[in-house]
């Protein structure tokens, strides 16, 4: 079991930007805890008993959702759970009195997940403003950021190179290819922010159609690929990146040690991005083949859900020789289990 000595004083988890080394290695080593009870015949533990976890989901989820709400029931905490086709937002209700009304019923933390960005700052901004206990985490907005997701992909990573020790400085002088549908992509930047503060050298990988103009700027037409300049950071400075874009796969997956590749948002496309789906496979797609420019031992990651012979083979997608999908449905839950824990321990 976590102690309560570990290092964390934040409130809501809204965004990996501001996270210093510290944040992440007490959710690095915290959720090493949490997988050895998740190993245990008894998988339960009373860390949350007598709180409420809310998981107010405003677009569909699979393993997301289904990920926290399992996270709190190890905890032992009630959840309550929403979807929009059966609330009263059908009737005019606004998303700020959805979340007043889960306030009123007692919750403790609110998992929130919407289509657009900003919503889970606009709740958690109003939960302070009434001066509540209440803690907000981020389960994915709009094209902006999706916190737990690039931390569980930081823990399965770190926890392939050291199961019992995790930690950020392992992933150091790494190079990881992302791959795929960056512009639409909450995941890339998430663990773009991760990876960045690791030290990992992080090369992006996209047709420039699907890379965000900020990155597509500094393509060179003779080269195609150059280093960028550090990302933005809002509150606090993170380590000087070694960012690289490519319009080509080549140069991305060229001695990778790690190779994340993204899903096509088709639903989030308004407009005509590729030529077709069987060309982007062609040109992106990762295959067994595409993997010889890589490193013998590297292995593949995919947030999900998948489609199946677009932006990965469905033989590679199976294989446990390179695949870490599966490792990453249940590093989730020992992830999620340790922020909720983080900013639910404190409340009891």
């Known amino acids: 079991m976590p102690t309560t000595s570990l290092p964390w004083t934040r409130h809501h988890i809204l965004s990996l930007a501001d996270f210093t080394t510290a944040e992440y290695d007490t959710v690095l080593r915290t959720a090493a805890s949490f997988r050895e009870v998740l190993s245990r015949r008894t998988k339960k533990v009373p860390t949350l008993q007598g709180q409420v976890v809310a998981n107010l989901f405003f677009e569909p989820s699979t393993r997301t959702r289904s990920s926290f709400e399992l996270a709190a029931k190890r905890l032992s905490a ?24 889960y306030l009123a019923m007692g919750c403790d933390i609110m998992v929130i997940r919407h289509q657009q960005a900003g919503v889970p700052n606009a709740i958690a901004a109003e939960m302070d403003r009434l001066g509540t206990r209440v803690s907000v985490l981020n389960a994915g907005d709009g094209q902006h950021e999706h916190p737990s997701q690039g931390l569980l992909d930081l823990f399965t990573i770190a926890s392939l190179i050291d199961s019992d020790n995790p930690r950020l400085e392992l992933l150091k002088g790494k190079k990881i290819a992302i791959v795929g549908d960056i512009v639409h992509s909450r995941v890339a930047r998430s663990n773009i922010w991760s990876l960045i503060a690791s030290g990992a050298e992080v090369h992006l990988a996209a047709p420039p159609t699907l890379l965000p103009q900020l990155f597509a700027e500094y393509v060179s037409d003779e080269q195609r690929e150059v280093s960028c300049p550090p990302l933005p950071t809002p509150n606090s400075p993170l380590p000087t990146p070694q960012l690289f874009v490519h319009w080509q796969l080549e140069p991305a997956l060229r001695d990778a040690d790690f190779v994340m590749t993204l899903r096509l948002q088709k639903e989030r496309m308004t407009a005509n991005l590729l030529p077709s789906l069987r060309e982007y496979h062609q040109m992106f797609g990762i295959t067994r083949e595409a993997l010889r420019l890589c490193k013998s031992n590297v292995k593949v990651l995919h947030p999900g859900p998948v489609n199946r012979g677009v932006e990965i083979s469905s033989d590679l997608m199976d294989d446990p020789e390179f695949s870490l999908i599966q490792a990453q449905v249940t590093s989730g839950v020992a992830v999620r289990m340790a922020l909720l824990y983080l900013i639910g321990s404190g409340k009891v």
């Open 78 to 101: 009630d959840t309550l759970n929403f979807a929009t086709a059966t609330s009263s937002m059908t009737k005019g209700e606004t998303i700020l009195d959805t979340a007043k009304t």
